[in-house]
């Protein structure tokens, strides 16, 4: 499932973040990840071990946490800390699979995510760079993402995708993965469907009780596939 989830920062949200990371210290972003994946990627990316990554990581975990959509769509169970990332100068990360299982925490606080779901948050409007879109391939083919400044896309991380070269301006963004509570696509896609159905009937003049009915089958259905 492939979803635009706007407005997901405020405006002061997002002014606030575009400012940090304008001053922000870069470093290369092969730094993060495997050897195939460091034959592909040319970016930047502020450290994991960065104060700046840590504290704007949070102002992006607590609009999510007020998004509706992006609860409804990720039905999320645990959230990677979100890093951040530049592409500028013809930057950009060839064809590749997000890793399965990711690590998060240190010490007596490491742990494990497995990667559901896949998301990039653009803190640079489109208009600021050319190039930069991320491509998502599935069995419907090619589909490219170039959202306004704040708005987030959510995807497989299953899925194959790159972002294309940055040849003007700079692209920011951040990015992080999600273990949902329902593993599998095409239930997490059924079940947005359903909890979409179910709020506009209830905004609607629908008979309350089989509005009632059917968020009673979203729930067992929920119960049925989440693993919590």
């Known amino acids: 499932m492939l979803l635009h989830v706007p407005d997901v920062l405020s405006a002061d949200e997002l002014a606030h973040l575009q400012r940090a990371l304008a001053a922000a210290d870069w470093a290369d972003g092969r730094e993060t990840v495997g050897a195939q994946g460091a034959q592909v990627k040319r970016n930047q990316q502020l450290p994991d071990a960065s104060p700046l990554k840590a504290e704007l990581g949070r102002v992006v ?21 979100p890093r ?8 950009e990360y060839g064809l590749h699979v997000d890793g399965a299982v990711m690590i998060t925490g240190h010490g007596e606080q490491r742990a494990h995510l497995r ?9 640079s409007p489109p208009e600021a760079y050319d190039g930069g879109e991320l491509v998502v391939s599935d069995t419907y083919g090619e589909h490219e993402v170039k ?10 991380s299953s899925s194959l995708h790159r972002v294309n070269a940055v040849t003007r301006g700079a692209r920011l963004a951040s990015f992080f993965w999600v273990q949902s509570m329902v593993r599998d696509d095409s239930a997490r896609r059924m079940l947005l469907e359903m909890d979409s159905a179910i ?3 209830r905004t609607g ?3 309350a009780a089989a509005v009632l009915q059917l968020t009673g ?10 693993e919590v």
């Open 147 to 156: 959202l306004p400044a704040g708005d987030l896309v959510v995807y497989p």
């Open 199 to 201: 709020e506009t009937l």
């Open 205 to 207: 003049s629908a008979d």
């Open 217 to 226: 089958v979203y729930h067992n259905l929920l119960r049925r596939w989440s």
């Open 115 to 123: 990667s559901d779901v896949s998301c990039t948050l653009f803190l």
């Open 61 to 81: 975990l607590a609009a999510l946490e007020r998004h509706p959509l992006f609860f409804a769509a990720a039905l999320p169970l645990r959230i990677l800390p």
């Open 84 to 91: 951040f990332n530049r592409y500028q100068g013809g930057g």
